[in-house]
């Protein structure tokens, strides 16, 4: 709309942007949804808080502010309608990128995959017990909401207490509503029920390893008629940063996120710090991963490239055949054309691979160069894959742009004496190639990035000797998978981030690039 | 690219003595020769999984496309297997996508209300803004996602991972952007107008477009959703990042799984799976053909 419209008066504006009909009831609604909304987010962001995951719980706060100002000040109305895509955008687009970038810098991985609060907490709930501890009798006690609690006796002292998962113990004398029996074992008290002998054993099996009481003074039953006091194992000393076994003295110092004994023992869980670099320089120096790193890097852009190439050429013999008039049933043909098209990778990348199975399949079985062993033959087999897969599409986008090529052009070359094939590289194919460029770039953004084929073709094998998870067929992005979530010996969730960060540069630039060339990004300023 | 052969555009070299409709007809014939042999080698790997699907014996191993004997014996091991799912896998890919789908167009139909019809300071900031957010793609932010579902997973179990809902969430993250932009443009041919003398009616801003403009664009709505739809149900890398458990996993993923092992004789399995599995995406794009190509071409023309 390139011209203004007489509305975009000042006179009319605020008449415009007034949103309400005046319901009253609508406007309650709106306030009371409003409220939600933003109640929700808040509170998440205070329990995200509490786990010492500042950054996620910074997005929540500035998300909901955002929504408090958009939806209460007057002047900005015409965000309201964009809001609630917005809130998505920025939760579940904008925030993984700015954690994809911190991650790329940090050791998160297996072992160091919690924040450092809960990691402290968890280790803290370990407890042991102490030598020499007196040996307790207990009774099961069940409570009205269906938790467990044990009644203990110390047999020595006499001692008798309610102990609770959680609470400190509570003396008998405390207790409302006891009753003892004969042997100081309770026949009812407030809020529990004494459970009969029989359960004894099923309540042994079901409580293993929970403690009745803190971790600073608690009992856990160790048989149908023991129960032993525990201890809480490790206590977080935060002058050495470091846990402190109670038991045997024992300093475990925090190592980039691991707490670690002198001799090399640790506590788990784990929790991810800052490394700076690393991750980038072990890419490009670790021999482990250097050398897989740059045949991955080469193999992705020949990969794409070539995807591109044979698919636009097969599309563009195949659109040149058919542009034609004269030829019959040229909507049914064209549907039959492009049905590969129709049909999700997931499926037709696997039904190829069930024809080129070696033992079984239709071509494999006759034709077997080693489509899946081989590691040139593999990159043929997933290339021949993806034209079917590709040429479709081309076809597609190549037809529609030779028959937006006005025909008189044609008319003119021919009178000039020009021949087929001069007419096909001279006034054809450059323009065709000025039309759809921008669509070959987004398909090489595209391929550069085509999880789907590459894993379901063969995930990425055959492996390269000695490169760890590498294969030959991996492309960056499933090299960046299989790094994150496919190793046996762990998942190295910062080394991934930095891959994928490096993809970003590059997919990034070429995007930029294209925008640029068409012009899609000035367009919004002429259109305004 | 000057490697490219070389096919003549409008006619076959002539030779002297022949007739302009002998030229014409040997023309058509063999474009039509080449039409026929792409659509065998289009069709080939269709019409096989299909007759494999019907083929008794279950194996890969079979001379002819179609079986001599076909039986629906795979489609029933397929729907009653214990052990795969399959229809648990179909609903959740129906669901996660429809959800997804229809939250995407209504998200992306109000911001295009807003972009096409408000003017304000930094609209087109925003605007070019929600362009580049779509360089980079989700997929690139795998690791982050995974790692932010296990957090929301910690307080509402129904959005963390192996949940469909978080995944719905995920997809839309990536819903407003491209989507918005291509709304956009179909709304500004909606004539302004319109919703000028619905508004000196005294119609508010939301009846207007709830009223006015939302039955005008139907076609780029019904655009966007196949868009939506047939992108999130052909998803195959998130969905395996984000489930886990056979139960919850989307037909994308639980059919690539099922031939992993003992690849021969779950074939006539997977074949069925298969077939079944096209089904939506097939109606859809059978629907969409006149659809999409004037819902599409209409959007690019700007107003």
Not at chain 1, 56 to 79: H, K, M, Q, S
Not at chain 1, 241 to 267: H, L, P, R, W
Request: charged share 10%; net charge neutral; aromatic share 14%.
């Amino acid at each position: 709309m390139a011209v203004k419209t007489a509305g975009e008066t000042g006179g009319r504006k605020a008449s415009r942007f007034s949103e309400e009909g005046g319901s009253t009831l609508g406007l309650i609604l709106k306030y009371v949804f409003l409220a939600l909304v933003v109640g929700f987010l808040t509170f998440s962001g205070w329990q995200l808080l509490q786990d010492g995951s500042y950054p996620f719980a910074a997005t929540f706060f500035i998300t909901a502010l955002f929504i408090t100002l958009v939806y209460v000040r007057r002047t900005t109305v015409p965000l309201r309608w964009i809001a609630p895509g917005l809130i998505f955008l920025i939760l579940f687009q904008i925030y993984p990128v700015v954690f994809t970038v911190y991650t790329a810098f940090t050791n998160y991985s297996t072992g160091r995959n919690v924040e450092k609060q809960v990691a402290i907490k968890s280790i803290e709930n370990q407890t042991y017990v102490p030598e020499g501890a007196p040996t307790l009798n207990w009774t099961p006690l069940q409570a009205d909401d269906g938790t467990a609690a044990i009644w203990v006796i110390d047999p020595a002292t006499g001692e008798a207490h309610l102990a609770i998962p959680d609470q400190e113990w509570i003396p008998a004398a405390d207790v409302p509503g006891l009753v003892l029996g004969p042997d100081g074992v309770p026949t009812s008290l407030d809020g529990y029920t004494v459970q009969a002998n029989n359960q004894r054993f099923l309540f042994v099996s079901a409580n293993q390893g929970v403690t009745f009481g803190t971790e600073e003074a608690g009992a856990q039953v160790t048989s149908s008629v023991e129960a032993r006091e525990t201890k809480q194992k490790y206590v977080y000393d935060p002058a050495q940063d470091a846990m402190v076994d109670q038991q045997t003295g024992k300093v475990y110092v925090n190592q980039e996120g691991v707490f670690t004994a002198d001799d090399g023992s640790i506590v788990t869980p784990g929790f991810p710090v800052v490394v700076g670099v690393s991750n980038f320089t072990k890419i490009l120096t670790d021999p482990n991963f250097r050398g897989p790193f740059a045949r991955i890097f080469i193999w992705t852009f020949v990969w794409a490239v070539l995807s591109v190439l044979e698919t636009f050429v097969l599309g563009m013999f195949l659109a040149l055949t058919m542009n034609s008039p004269n030829i019959p049933m040229q909507r049914l043909l064209r549907v039959l054309l492009i049905l590969p098209y129709a049909i999700p990778p997931f499926i037709t990348v696997k039904v190829w691979v069930g024809l080129l199975n070696p033992i079984l399949g239709m071509i494999g079985s006759q034709w077997n160069p080693g489509w899946f062993t081989s590691p040139f033959w593999s990159k043929v087999g997933i290339l021949m894959v993806n034209l079917w897969l590709g040429y479709p599409y081309m076809f597609l986008i190549i037809l529609g742009a030779l028959q937006s090529i006005p025909q008189d052009m044609y008319e003119a070359a021919k009178v000039d004496g020009a021949g087929p094939l001069y007419q096909f590289r001279r006034l054809t194919l450059p323009l065709l190639l000025v039309s759809i460029g921008p669509l070959l770039i987004g398909s090489f953004a595209f391929n550069f990035n085509n999880f789907a084929i590459i894993d379901l073709y063969n995930q990425g094998g055959p492996p390269m000797p000695g490169a760890g998870v590498a294969g030959f067929t991996d492309i960056l992005i499933s090299y960046t998978y299989k790094i994150a979530f496919g190793g046996t010996r762990g998942n190295d969730y910062g080394l991934a981030a930095a891959v994928s960060i490096i993809i970003f540069i590059i997919v990034g630039a070429v995007t930029i690039f294209n925008f640029r060339y068409t012009g899609q990004l000035e367009e919004v300023s002429e259109n305004v | 690219m000057s490697s490219a052969p070389v096919i003549p555009s409008g006619t076959v070299r002539k030779s002297p003595g022949m007739t302009m409709k002998r030229r014409r007809r040997l023309d058509t014939t063999w474009r039509l020769i080449v039409a026929f042999l792409f659509i065998a080698y289009a069709l080939f790997p269709i019409l096989y999984v299909i007759g494999t699907s019907l083929n008794p014996s279950g194996s890969l191993q079979s001379s002819q496309i179609f079986p001599s004997n076909p039986t629906l014996a795979n489609y029933q091991k397929l729907l009653t297997s214990q052990q795969n799912p399959f229809l648990k896998w179909m609903l959740n890919s129906l669901l996660v996508s429809t959800t997804t789908a229809i939250i995407t167009v209504a998200l992306c139909a109000v911001a295009a209300y807003s972009f096409s019809r408000f003017r304000w300071r930094s609209r087109k900031r925003l605007l070019q803004g929600l362009l580049l957010s779509q360089v980079f793609p989700n997929v690139l932010a795998m690791v982050a996602l995974y790692l932010i579902l296990q957090q929301i997973g910690r307080y509402y179990p129904a959005f963390g991972l192996n949940t469909l809902g978080g995944l719905i969430l995920i997809y839309l993250g990536g819903a407003i952007g491209f989507n918005t932009w291509l709304m956009k443009g179909f709304f500004d041919t909606v004539p302004r107008d319109l919703d000028e003398s619905a508004m000196l009616d005294g119609a508010s801003a939301w009846q207007t477009f709830y009223t006015i403009i939302l039955p005008l664009v139907r076609p780029v709505l019904a655009v966007i959703f196949m868009l939506s739809f047939i992108g999130t149900y052909g998803d195959y890398l998130l969905a395996k990042v984000m489930l886990s458990n056979t139960e919850k996993y989307t037909v994308a993923v639980g059919l690539s799984l099922f031939i992993g092992q003992q690849f021969g004789q779950r074939w006539g399995e997977f074949a069925a799976g298969a077939v079944i599995a096209a089904i939506p995406t097939l109606i859809l794009f059978y629907i969409s053909q006149s659809q999409l190509q004037g819902g599409l071409t209409s959007g690019a023309i700007k107003g």
